[in-house]
C-alpha cells in the first residue's frame, strides 16, 4: 500500500505479495493494537500494540538519510488531490 499525503508518504509492504523465493524476512509487525477482533498471531514475530522506541528510532534515522525532506512523488497513477 503507498499513500502519498501533503508533506510525507506512507509505503506498506506485504510478504505475500512477492515471488516466494524474494520475500524479505519480516522483521516487525506495527500497530497490531488495531487488529480486528478474533485475528491472533501464531508466530515468533514480534507484535507490540503500540509503535515502539525502535522503530520510531529507525523511522528517525531513514528521514535524517533522506535530509529530512519528502521526496516528490509524481509518477503515482489515480493520484488523488486532497481538497
Do not use: C
Amino acid at each position: 500500500m503507498f499513500v502519498e499525503f501533503k508533506s510525507g508518504h506512507w509505503l506498506s509492504i506485504y510478504k505475500n505479495r512477492f515471488a516466494a523465493i524474494d520475500q524479505p524476512k519480516i522483521e516487525l509487525r506495527t500497530m497490531t493494537g488495531h487488529r480486528s477482533p478474533g485475528v491472533e498471531f501464531t508466530d515468533d514475530i514480534p507484535s507490540p500494540k503500540k509503535h515502539t522506541a525502535w522503530f520510531m528510532w529507525k523511522l528517525l534515522a531513514s528521514w535524517a538519510a533522506m535530509g529530512f525532506k519528502a521526496p516528490k512523488i509524481d509518477y503515482v497513477k489515480g493520484k488523488v488531490e486532497s481538497q
